[in-house]
Nanobody
Framework: QVQLVESGGGLVQPGGSLRLSCAAS????????MGWYRQAPGKQREFVAS???????HYADAVRGRFTISRDFAKNTVSLQMNSLRPEDTAVYYC?????????WGQGTQVTVSS
C-alpha cells in the first residue's frame, strides 16, 4: 500500500502560479511512476503530467510549456509547478502513483483560477 498526502492548491488570478506537492509513504520502493491528473466540474478526470523512474516526463498538450513536474526520489515526493495559469486550469488535482502492482490516488486538491 502507498499513502499519499497532497499540499498546495488554492485560488489564483489568471496568469499566476501555484505549486502542488505530493508525498508518498508506505511501499514506496515499488513506485514506478508519479504524476498528476485533474478533474474539472462536469468533466472526466484527465492526465496532466507524469515522471517515470528513469527520469522521463510526459505532459498533456494543454499544459506543456506552462507546467513543470519534478520528483525527489530520496523524499518520495512529486511536485507540479504551474505557471501562466488560465481559468480552464480550474479543477481538482489528484496525485497519482503507479506501483509494480497497483495504482493509488491522493485525496485531491482544488485549484481555482479566477479574477
Amino acid at each position: 500500500q502507498v499513502q499519499l498526502v497532497e499540499s498546495g492548491g488554492g485560488l489564483v488570478q489568471p496568469g499566476g502560479s501555484l505549486r502542488l506537492s505530493c508525498a508518498a509513504s508506505g511501499s514506496v520502493s515499488s513506485i514506478t511512476v508519479m504524476g498528476w491528473y485533474r478533474q474539472a466540474p462536469g468533466k472526466q478526470r484527465e492526465f496532466v503530467a507524469s515522471f517515470t523512474n528513469v527520469g522521463r516526463t510526459h505532459y498533456a498538450d494543454a499544459v506543456r510549456g506552462r507546467f513543470t513536474i519534478s520528483r525527489d526520489f530520496a523524499k518520495n515526493t512529486v511536485s507540479l509547478q504551474m505557471n501562466s495559469l488560465r481559468p480552464e486550469d480550474t479543477a481538482v488535482y489528484y496525485c497519482n502513483i503507479i506501483t509494480t502492482r497497483s495504482m493509488f490516488w491522493g485525496q485531491g486538491t482544488q485549484v481555482t483560477v479566477s479574477s
